[in-house]
């Protein structure tokens, strides 16, 4: 097998979406997945390493239920990615703003359970964070150069601003998804085009 097989997908699809730039900004905690600094002082993600948390993230995601897990996005960039992918694995999805205490308070009317958060950026996203804490549920997120990484179990490094890049990750995710469940059998069956994850502006 060679080390372009080992990958999700060829990874010149992780360099043309922008999935390893990160930001001039890095936390110490992000540094083991930062490869290099480019000349203009932006980081640069390890796309191997990219690769791995993505395979993590999918197989972890596919222990639950569609029904037991949440994903959360305030930032606009990852809406159309989050809603394509809820729409193909059924997973609860919040787009905008999270209503708080969803999770916490038994007495709302929206009130409801689930075992596992998935967030598009622990910042704008950290009352969803904050939940899933208090209830003692695990938290995957996508985190670019400049995150802080406290109360996330799983870590993806990705650039989670860029619109292309937020597209691949939902896409590659929600296929992966199916096929580790079985409802789908091969890549042939997911029939999900990328444009639809993130369309041109």
Not at 106 to 114: A, Q, S, W, Y
Not at 139 to 156: K, P, R, Y
Not at 175 to 180: A, T, V
Request: with cysteine; aromatic share 10%; hydrophobic share 40%.
């Amino acid at each position: 097998m060679t080390t372009e097989e080992q990958y999700l997908v060829p990874v010149d699809e992780y360099l043309k979406v922008g999935i390893h730039i990160g930001t001039k900004f890095r936390t110490k905690a992000m540094q083991p997945f930062i490869y290099k600094i480019r000349s203009d002082g932006l980081n640069v993600l390890n796309i191997q390493k990219v690769n791995e948390r993505l395979e993590m993230a999918a197989k972890l995601l596919s222990y639950y239920d569609p029904e037991d897990i949440i994903v959360v996005c305030r930032r606009e960039n990852g809406w159309n990615a989050i809603e394509q992918f809820s729409k193909l694995t059924g997973v609860k999805s919040f787009t905008k703003r999270y209503p708080p205490g969803i999770l916490t308070n038994i007495n709302l009317k929206n009130f409801i359970e689930t075992k596992l958060i998935f967030v598009a950026d622990p910042f704008p996203d950290r009352n969803a964070v904050e939940d899933a804490v208090k209830i003692g549920i695990p938290v995957i997120a996508l985190c670019d150069t400049n995150n802080e990484l406290e109360n996330l179990d799983l870590v993806i490094p990705c650039n989670n601003k860029g619109k292309k890049s937020l597209g691949l990750v939902f896409w590659i995710l929600a296929r992966e998804y199916l096929k580790l469940r079985g409802i789908i059998k091969d890549y042939k069956e997911f029939t999900a085009k990328l444009e639809d994850f993130s369309p041109e502006l």
